[in-house]
């Protein structure tokens, strides 16, 4: 089940996006732009969604609105799920939200040094369509066209 998030859960995402980017850090030489987040701040805007399975929240994403494509900014899933299609099913509710809300596109960005969510993009259809530097980040622009529902 995938819902908003409340605002009482601001610690838990951040905890939950913290452990879920923690190997990254050496990879990069800094914290990931997610774990700097204002988590507060994204769930007041209403812009956090909560998976939940079995009653246990195992993962989250940022979705945003960016002109005719709806802007993951970020997918985070609980250590202690990942490898259970936890992020795909969270993209695929991207994609359905996507095109409720009339979007053409699913856009997005990773790290260069992130290689295994490089792969993952590429396996549910995104594209790269550029790579530079941004806020001091190494930056991978993806996108999926989106056929109309």
Not at 58 to 76: Q, S
Request: one cysteine or more.
């Amino acid at each position: 089940m995938l819902r908003r998030a409340h605002a009482d859960e601001a610690g838990w995402a951040r905890d939950l996006v913290r452990g879920a980017y923690r190997h990254y850090i050496p990879r990069m030489g800094r914290e990931p732009a997610p774990m700097q987040a204002d988590y507060a701040a994204l769930i007041a805007a209403e812009e956090v969604h909560v998976l939940v399975e079995d009653g246990e929240r195992v993962g989250l994403i940022v979705l945003r609105p960016d002109g005719d494509a709806l802007f993951v900014e970020n997918i985070a899933i609980d250590p202690g799920h990942q490898h259970h299609g936890h992020g795909h099913a969270l993209m695929t509710f991207a994609e359905n939200e996507a095109r409720r809300l009339s979007c053409r596109r699913v856009s997005l960005y990773t790290h260069e040094a992130m290689t295994e969510n490089l792969r993952f993009y590429s396996r549910l259809g995104f594209r790269e369509v550029g790579r530079h530097e941004q806020d001091g980040f190494r930056r991978v622009f993806l996108e999926k066209h989106l056929d109309p529902a």
